[in-house]
């Protein structure tokens, strides 16, 4: 059974490496329009704070009972200061995070109104980092390395995990045998060549193979592309209310449907499953399993406003109503 693994998840060790997000909810109610202009008003409830992107990841995999450790850039300003107060409350996530002065903490804050998204404002500077911080991080990565059990490059397109990057990481990685884990972006997945688990949506693996994926024939056609194009061991590509479909290099593909649930919000959905996939699959699980349990995470946050995490006894709760435990 897939939760046969959870308690392994204790001993892993995840290095996650990406782009460091802030997200701020700002939350209240509306009931009338602005006299200035033909806009609601919010009147404001609740302000709250949360890590996104990579940081996000991070809090998946602790939260799930392994350790973490971040490796991501945040600029000096309030933002930055916010993120790091976050995570210094999280004894199982130790960050390492690189001051950009030159760039401002990527910054999403959404005005959200009797649960539903207004307006979202971000504030960010896309584009590779200085040679420098660059220079800091993979010091860092390169030290880190040799204890964890995998990686996991949590990749939103914001400049700071460009192809030269990866690639080293990808070398180190193997120089010492450990798995890396993409979530990626953009449509060239080249750059990622060398790893060894993409886990796109559907939606991206289409852009980046040039396949409209309509049916499961054009979905075979846009994984072997893929694979092709990256030489990975396994891809892995999210479809929402489809499922997950698992594409190994070498053997049969894996379909999983998807539990029927009510979607509130995907934010963060990619982010807990490829911590739920990696995880499992760096304590033993099958291929399948893997997959099965990431794909039962994916469906519970699904479910929730706001980026979300998991936990192992909401996950074992999920899987048992599921008829897998």
Known sequence: MPTSYLPKFRDQRILVIGDVIADHYIRGKVSRLSPEAPVPILQVEEDQWLPGGAANVAKNITELGARAELVGLIGDDEAGVRVKEMLAQDKLLKPHLI???????????????????????????????????????????????????????????KGFLEPNFIQRIVALARGNGVRVFVDPKGHDYSRYRGATVLTPNQGEAAQASKIPITDLDSLNRAARILLKQIGCEILVITRGPQGVSVFPKNGKSVLLPAKAREVFDVTGAGDTFISVFSLSLCAGASLSDAAALGNLAGGVVVARHGVATITQDELRAAAQKDGYA
Do not use: N
Not at 107 to 125: F, I, P, Y
Not at 126 to 143: D, F, H
């Open 99 to 157: 001051v950009e002065k030159r760039m401002p903490t990527i910054l999403k804050t959404r005005c959200v109104a009797q649960g539903q998204q207004m307006l979202r404002l971000d504030r960010e500077v896309v584009g590779a980092p200085s040679a420098g911080a660059l220079k800091q991080a993979e010091a860092r990565i390169a030290r880190l390395m040799p204890s964890c059990d995998g990686i996991i490059l949590s990749d939103y397109g």
